[in-house]
């Protein structure tokens, strides 16, 4: 059984920064995709990030890119995502999810319970 | 980027109903990639479609999915009592990769 669990989320100031990472079993990790989807609170899904199997290839929504990073470890079958310079509006739950598809073309076959990170001072 | 718009907002229905879910694209979806998600209160995203009109691991035959281009739907055949929740269709042919606002099955 795939289980995907997010940890490291919290409270960030504004500005400032978080790590999230994102723990994978029941599945080969090294063999997917993974992606970062956020759900602001009361709101609907966006997709953040993805990073191809390899860590090679990286992609980012316009309004994260150059603040957040997103890698991987599949050693250790875990991905991150990197949150610099937080803005209240990345203000969600944010969800670990293993993709699929074809040349970054992602759609999202499992999710983590997610994890919520509020920005306030 | 693709906007997609669900129609309608909140759709109510009784069990044992047919729910119709519309999806409708602002541009056309590239090569059919597009999937349905059925979302619970408290609970993650579940996948239930994906290229149109491939249902997901597990996901029972009464979901099915349908359309191209612009317009697409997912229909609920005949509704259980857990099919309430929220739905959300997403198109992953284009970056970035865009969801619908969503619309919310519930009981009438």
């Known amino acids: 059984e795939v289980e995907l669990s997010e940890s490291g989320g919290g409270l960030g100031q504004p500005g400032g920064s978080l790590r999230l990472s994102c723990a994978a079993s029941g599945f080969t990790f090294r063999s997917y995709a993974m992606s970062w989807v956020r759900q602001a609170p009361g709101k609907g899904l966006e997709w953040v990030s993805g990073?191809?199997?390899?860590?090679?290839?990286?992609y980012y929504t316009d309004s994260v890119k150059g603040r957040f990073t997103i890698s991987r470890d599949n050693s250790k079958n875990t991905v991150y995502l990197q949150m610099n310079s937080l803005r209240a509006e990345d203000t969600a739950v944010y969800y670990c999810a293993k993709s699929r598809g074809v040349a970054a073309r992602y759609y999202f076959d499992s999710w983590g319970q997610g994890i919520l990170v509020t920005v306030s001072s | 980027e693709i906007v997609l718009t669900q129609s309608p907002g909140t759709l109510s229905l009784s069990p044992g109903e047919r729910a119709t879910l519309s999806c409708r694209a602002s541009r056309s979806v590239s090569s059919s990639y597009l999937a349905w998600y059925q979302q619970k209160p408290g609970q993650a995203p579940r996948l239930l479609i994906y290229?149109?009109?491939s249902r997901a691991a597990g996901i029972p035959d009464r979901f099915s999915g349908s359309g191209s281009g612009t317009d697409f739907t997912l229909t609920v055949s005949r509704l259980e009592p857990e099919d309430f929740a929220v739905y959300y269709c997403q198109q992953y042919g284009t970056s970035p990769r865009t969801f619908g606002q969503g619309t919310k099955l519930e009981i009438k």
């Open positions: 290229d149109v009109s």
């Open positions: 990073i191809s199997e390899s860590g090679g290839s990286t």
